[in-house]
Every structure is written in structure tokens, then in C-alpha cells.
């Protein structure tokens, strides 16, 4: 299930992150479907495009590159899903935490997850640090459906709160806020969907 998972969520989050891609505005620098060179600047995957930049069907011809693909796809499942222990989360909040994840970061990603769950539990039942333990695997496989679906809505608040918070402090990101909260749109629509099956 938790191969089915990836794949699928995978296919979702792409569908955000564009192609490649060297914005100055964007505090990424240049990047690949997500992959920036910043973060990740030995990632295999860069010999392969860099070499291809002056070519005249870059960046399209990347798409149809299998090596390159598979590489994109390892990165994303050893330093995204199972760092943020999605293949353990389930539906669809192993999407939510994947994307913000890749969004955001990991640790923003856990810790959102971990402030929703707290908050929709009227509690602190979490440590709020970034990092997906027994303790928050137990508090989120634990929830009925009515919970679930509370902490879902309100971690995607966070991310909305995060963006809005971004565009307003940096004015220079404000470009990227629709596209940001057209993406949170539509994680709420891909979760009320599996709510719904």
C-alpha cells in the first residue's frame, strides 16, 4: 500500500512543481520539478540537465528522460516521504504532509501535523518538534474520521497562514501566493474526495 501511496502522491505533488525553472524572485534559485540546487546541489540529476540547457527543446526534452525521472523520484521518496514517515501516515494525510514537505520542508511538515493534531484534540499531546515519532504516528492512525478530518482542515489553515505570512514579510513572494493557495485548494479537494471513497 505504502508503494501505491508514494506513486500516487508523487504524480499529485509533480503537478505543482513545474518543470525547471531559475526564478530570482524565488528563494530556491533554479530548479527542477521541486529539486533546487540550493538544497540539493550534488543531486545526480543535474549532470543530466545541465548539459542540455543551450539545447533548443529544453527543458521539454527532460521529461522524456527515464534516468532522470527515476532519480527525481528517489530523492523525493528518501528525503520527503520517508523522512516525514509517510508510507506509515494514512490517507490523506500522508499527501498533506508529503506536499507541505516538499513545499515547506520536512520539519515544517511534521510540525504542522503535530500542531493539528493538538489543536483538534484540545490538548497538548504532542511535542510540536518537526520530527514524526511513535507518539505521532500513534495520535494520527488513532483518529476516528469526524477527528481526522478536523486535523486536515486545520493543517491546511497552516499552510495558508504560512503563505499569506510569507507574501506579507517579503513582498517580493507575493507573486507566488495564488499559486500557493490555488495548491492548498486543491490538497482540500484530493482529501475531501478520499474522505469521500
Known sequence: MAARNFARCLELVLQYEGTYAND?????????????????????????????????????????????????????QRTYWLRTKCDQLPDPIDLLVFDTAVNMGPQKACRFLQQAVNKRQGQVLLREDGIIGEKTLAAVTSLNPAKRKEIISYFLELREKRYHGLAQSKPRMKKFLKGWLNRVAHLRKQAEEVALA
Open 24 to 76: 530570482p524572485d524565488d528563494p530556491g534559485g533554479e530548479t527542477y520539478k521541486g529539486i533546487t540546487r540550493r538544497d540539493h546541489p550534488d543531486w545526480p540529476g543535474w549532470e543530466i540537465i545541465d548539459p542540455r540547457k543551450g539545447q533548443d527543446d529544453f527543458p521539454d526534452l527532460l521529461e522524456s528522460m527515464a534516468a532522470l525521472q527515476s532519480l527525481l523520484a528517489d530523492l523525493y
